[in-house]
């Protein structure tokens, strides 16, 4: 059984850091990899970042690349997104998620994610 757990949203003003964590209750390393993905209202759920849980090899969305960074501590069976130089446009829900055991599948995609948190707001406002 996987249950993801997020947490570490909140209101933060532009420019300013937040950090968000994914407690995973599988067994560590069971997971191919593991994602991050945010869903602003009325709009579709994309990818932000991810990485492979064996080697720790990154993926970032275009928009995010240099200001967020994806992490993941295989001794807690946690995933860490660091999130800097926050915007506006940051401001949506974020999921966790994770994939199965087998691999390679593509990091990016949505369809490759089996298993999916509740889910935590980023809301970035003055």
């Known amino acids: 059984q996987v249950h993801l757990v997020e947490s570490g949203g909140g209101l933060v003003q532009p420019g300013n850091s937040l950090t968000l964590t994914c407690r995973n209750s599988a067994r560590s390393g069971w997971n191919y990899a593991m994602g991050w993905f945010r869903q602003a209202p009325g709009k579709e759920r994309l990818f932000v970042a991810g990485?492979?849980?064996?080697?720790?090899?990154?993926y970032y969305e275009d928009s995010v690349r240099g200001r967020f960074a994806v992490s993941r501590d295989l001794a807690r069976n946690t995933l860490t997104l660091q999130m800097r130089s926050l915007k506006s446009e940051d401001t949506a829900r974020y999921f966790c998620?994770?994939?199965?055991?087998?691999?390679?599948?593509?990091?990016?995609?949505?369809?490759?994610?089996?298993?999916w948190g509740q889910g935590t707001q980023v809301t970035v406002s003055s």
């Open positions: 990485l492979i849980m064996s080697d720790g090899v990154t």
């Open positions: 998620a994770a994939t199965g055991p087998d691999g390679p599948v593509p990091v990016t995609d949505r369809g490759s994610y089996d298993y």
